[in-house]
């Protein structure tokens, strides 16, 4: 489920009361509610999805440093970009004479 990783599934499964190692289809209807409810104190899926493009259009539309660097597909946090970055930068494009 994105938005949630092992710790935060961990405390939820904590907070709710419920084993980490147990399946669903041995979950009874309540248990089942629990969870429900603790996840639905997080934004997750969609709502998050939502929220991260959101937050980096934001940036783009303030024409800061970062919003540029996301606009022109570079690395955000300072890393080199004279030769490494590929991931980022994409594959590499042919020198036309």
């Not at 935060?8 to 399946?23: E, F, L, N, T, V």
């Not at 934004?43 to 998050?48: F, Q």
């Not at 783009?60 to 970062?66: I, S």
């Amino acid at each position: 489920m994105y938005g949630i990783g092992r710790t935060r599934a961990y405390s939820i499964c904590d907070a709710a009361g419920i084993k980490p190692d147990a399946k669903i289809r041995e979950l009874g209807d309540d248990e089942i509610e629990k969870l429900r409810t603790e996840v639905g104190k997080f934004s997750v899926e969609g709502d998050l999805r939502r929220e991260v493009s959101m937050n980096i259009k934001r940036l783009m539309d303030l024409g800061c440093y970062r919003g540029l660097r996301h606009r022109r597909g570079l690395p955000l946090r300072g890393q080199r970009t004279k030769t490494n970055a590929r991931t980022r930068k994409g594959p590499r494009k042919p020198i036309k004479r």
